[in-house]
């Protein structure tokens, strides 16, 4: 319920002040809210995590592209 009237809310006071004054964690409170989001189902389209494979075959091909200079 608290964290309801602090999303509410969070247009007319900052979350960390109203979560302070209502006692609550502003960690737990935006913890929550990130959970909540990632719960949902992801768009179609919606851009998906890389396996860590797939990644360093990027980053492999990016350094050979530079001549394997770094910096």
Do not use: N
């Not at 007319?12 to 990632?38: I, M, N, Q």
Request: charged share 30%.
């Amino acid at each position: 319920m608290k964290y309801a009237w602090i999303a509410k809310h969070k247009t007319r006071w900052p979350g960390t002040l109203t979560c302070e004054v209502l006692e609550v964690s502003a960690s737990g409170y935006f913890e929550h809210w990130r959970r909540k989001d990632t719960s949902k189902p992801s768009k179609p389209g919606a851009s998906k995590r890389i396996s860590d494979e797939a990644l360093l075959v990027h980053i492999r091909a990016i350094h050979a592209e530079v001549k394997q200079e770094y910096g």
